[in-house]
């Protein structure tokens, strides 16, 4: 029989840090990805499968360890390395709930309107190319009729763009044809969010 303090041999042994730090880099990446307003990229569909194979393989331990007599001992001694995952979970998906795109926007809002009143005014400085804003990396950026419309790059999907138009005057009129017009939504204040596919 193993001496108190130690695992025994026939017990898995309580998460370690491969297994919990595993968890927080797929949350974080998770988060990362929902971040992106007007949906997720496609890459946080294999990070959501990988957060869901880790949680299986969590909760495999788990069970083992709590039907096995001699692995019993060691889940109570090591309940907060067995609760980590579990917290991370529900962590991820609260916070996820939570909406971390308007968060995120919200802390870059003041470069976007920034650039977006300089654009209107028609300001020398007026830049039309890649650049990043606040938390985001912009692709494209164009004004139109009083509205300064701004794409993002990555969080796509390849088929589609996305952004935020800056529209103080209420729902923004765009420069496409009719029958290519893409699809507009209010987000808050002067913001709308914008998706055209191709």
Do not use: C
């Amino acid at each position: 029989m193993a001496s108190n303090g130690r695992t025994p041999r026939s017990s898995i042994g309580a998460p370690g840090f491969p297994l919990i730090g595993s968890l927080v880099v797929v949350g974080l990446l998770l988060l990362y990805g929902a971040s992106f307003p007007s949906g997720n990229p496609l890459w946080v569909f294999p990070v959501l499968l990988a957060f869901f194979v880790l949680g299986v393989v969590w909760f495999g331990r788990l069970v083992v360890e709590v039907f096995n007599s001699e692995g019993r001992p060691g889940v109570k001694r090591n309940l907060l390395r067995w609760a980590a995952p579990a917290i991370v979970g529900i962590l991820v998906f609260a916070l996820a709930a939570l909406g971390p795109g308007r968060f995120r926007f919200s802390l870059s809002e003041e470069s976007f309107e920034k650039v977006a009143r300089s654009a209107v005014a028609g300001s020398a400085d007026w830049r039309m190319g890649a650049t990043t804003l606040g938390l985001f990396e912009i692709s494209w950026a164009e004004r139109h009729e009083g509205t300064v419309r701004f794409a993002l790059a990555g969080g796509g999907d390849g088929i589609y763009t996305h952004g935020f138009i800056w529209s103080p005057r209420g729902e923004p009129p765009l420069p496409e044809a009719k029958e290519y017009q893409p699809e507009v939504e209010h987000y808050y204040g002067p913001w709308y969010l914008w998706s055209a596919n191709f």
